[in-house]
């Protein structure tokens, strides 16, 4: 079993930058999962933002947040980052990190562990 602790969600102005984490805990952690980072409205879709390979460390970002956000992972201390910068209104939203890919892209919500999600408002 593994369990994902998200951290880092606050309120900013528009153009701030915040930096999400996604620590995991469990007896398992595997160098070769994708964890992602997705983002929900109330009353819309969860859509994924970011994803990496903890392996290769390879990134694949929405078009909406390529150029502003950026993942990374540390897997000693099996934690996975979101900097996020130049950030907007739009972006206010509930922040979950998501490990284990079961099938299909990277950005879709079909992983087999969730964390309970950060809090990311954005001010004008």
């Known amino acids: 079993q593994v369990q994902l602790v998200e951290s880092g969600g606050g309120s900013v102005q528009a153009g701030g930058s915040l930096r999400l984490s996604c620590s995991a805990s469990g007896h398992t952690y595997v160098r070769n999962w994708v964890v992602a980072w997705f983002r929900q409205d109330p009353g819309k879709q969860r859509e994924g933002v970011a994803s990496?390979?903890?392996?290769?460390?390879?990134?694949f970002y929405d078009v909406s947040v390529e150029g502003r956000f950026t993942i990374s992972r540390d897997n000693a201390k099996r934690t996975v980052y979101l900097q996020m910068d130049s950030l907007k209104p739009e972006d206010t939203a509930m922040y979950y990190c998501a490990a284990e890919l079961q099938r299909g892209s990277s950005l879709s919500p079909n992983y087999n562990y969730w964390g309970q999600g950060t809090q990311v408002t954005v001010s004008s």
């Open positions: 990496i390979n903890t392996s290769n460390g390879n990134p």
